[in-house]
């Protein structure tokens, strides 16, 4: 029993230290992972958590939230994969809800109220940032006039559209994935 104890603890102990020291989002959380789970406790080798880190990758969600929930399964089952959910998410969870407090009780005061309209345009920048970086790296895989076109064809669907994002999304994937593909030279895809 006192084996089973010992993994709960570190779970928790390692995950609660990358919680606790992750900042800024998920790419950010992978190297302290990777320090606790290959190096610290010599849960997995460097190859089996870059396949682990290569799995995270391609699920929706929060990578560090999928990696806590897979190595916490894989030590110690269900019990396992809650402690290092919850010992990573949880100092993140109490920061949000301090600092929110901490907002609301002094939301009244001009230079609170400052901070808090001068987060929009930031979060507005950062979102076009991004834009422009998928746009860049869609245009590298498609061409500058293709990606242009199809940005300007879906842009107008989630602009007008009554039908929520995400099913519009579904239904361009869809799309892309029964459509078929040309090559470069001009044949389908390989049958």
Known sequence: MRKYRSVYIDLSEAFLRVGVLGFGGGPTFIPLIQREVVTNYRWMTNDEFSSVLALANTLPGPISVKMAGFIGWKEGRYIGLALAFVSLVAPSVLAMIILFSTFSAFQEISWVQG????????????????????????????GMLKTFSIFLLVLPFFIFSVIHPAIITALFILAALLLPVRGSRGEGPPA
């Open 115 to 142: 901070a808090g309209r001068g987060v929009i345009p930031v979060v507005g920048v950062m979102l076009g940032i991004l834009v422009k970086e998928f746009l860049k790296h869609s245009s590298g895989d498609m």
